[in-house]
Nanobody
Framework: QVQLVESGGGSVQPGGSLRLSCAAS????????MGWYRQGPGKQRELVAD???????RYTDSVKGRFTISRDNAKNTVYLQMNSLKPEDTAVYYC?????????????WGQGTQVTVSS
């Protein structure tokens, strides 16, 4: 089993910044992709960004240029630096860890952390 613990959520004004962290522990497979997903009010869960062991990244279009995903393989931790936050970024953010060839729904999930962007 793999456990994922997220931290760093909170409330911020538009234009502000937050940094999310997710630490993985347990039976972590050596080749994996870690990512961040979010689910806003009344919306489906969507990919925000993910990153492979080797550092390859992908982002959803709405966050490109504003969010940066990174990871520390030695600490089994993934980060999401969120800048220029907008009200539409308000959501519960979930960390995910999966095999690179697998869909995220078959991976492991954290408990979620709330991000609220409001003036």
């Amino acid at each position: 089993q793999v456990q994922l613990v997220e931290s760093g959520g909170g409330s911020v004004q538009p234009g502000g910044s937050l940094r999310l962290s997710c630490a993985a522990s347990g039976s972590i497979f050596s080749s994996n992709t870690m990512g961040w997903y979010r689910q806003g009010p009344g919306k489906q869960r969507e990919l925000v960004a993910d990153i492979t062991n080797s550092g390859s990244t992908r982002y959803t279009d709405s966050v490109k240029g504003r969010f940066t995903i990174s990871r520390d393989n030695a600490k089994n931790t993934v980060y999401l630096q969120m800048n220029s936050l907008k009200p539409e970024d308000t959501a519960v953010y979930y960390c995910n860890l999966r095999h690179p060839w697998s869909d995220a729904r078959y991976g492991y999930w954290g408990q979620g952390t709330q991000v609220t962007v409001s003036s």
